[in-house]
């Protein structure tokens, strides 16, 4: 499969939950196809957000979550939340085809700027970002608190 393209890409269905998390899990964000049916189906209830796959031959190889944003402090801005393309298929235009249908989503939207967060060990995903367009902006610190249930 190496070098491979999509042949289409689609909404995600709760029937891709199993190879979502699959594909999540090679990036090191394990999830079970339960819960990430779960999640899948408050995301597609959203108006906010979307969910795409790339299939080739009838098999998801890669997914991108993209929502909307209104901030106060900056202009309404869509963000790429997640994106993950099947090792063996990388290079072969699948994360440009993602990235360009979010980006077509975001501009239906009459939203004109679409963000993406790479994290400092992903030094794949930098040079990829830059060669679609992307400017890094800057550099940040992520802090997390876990909340009592």
């Known amino acids: 499969m190496p070098g491979v393209s999509a042949d289409r890409v689609r909404p995600a269905r709760s029937d891709d939950a199993g190879r979502i998390a699959a594909l999540s899990g090679t990036l090191g964000y394990p999830v079970r196809p339960a819960e990430l049916a779960v999640r899948l189906g408050r995301l597609e209830a959203s108006d906010s957000d979307i969910v795409l796959v790339a299939e080739r031959d009838g098999i998801v ?88 249930s």
């Open 61 to 148: 190889v890669g997914w991108i979550h993209g929502a909307q944003q209104d901030l106060l402090e900056s202009e309404r801005r869509c963000e790429i939340l997640g994106l993950v393309v099947d090792d063996r298929a990388r290079r072969g235009g699948v994360g440009r085809r993602l990235v360009a249908e979010i980006e077509r989503w975001a501009g239906q939207r009459g939203i004109g700027l679409v963000s993406v967060r790479s994290a400092t060990n992903r030094l794949e995903s930098h040079p990829f970002y830059e060669r679609l367009g992307y400017e890094r902006v800057k550099s940040q610190h992520v802090y997390r608190k876990q909340l009592a």
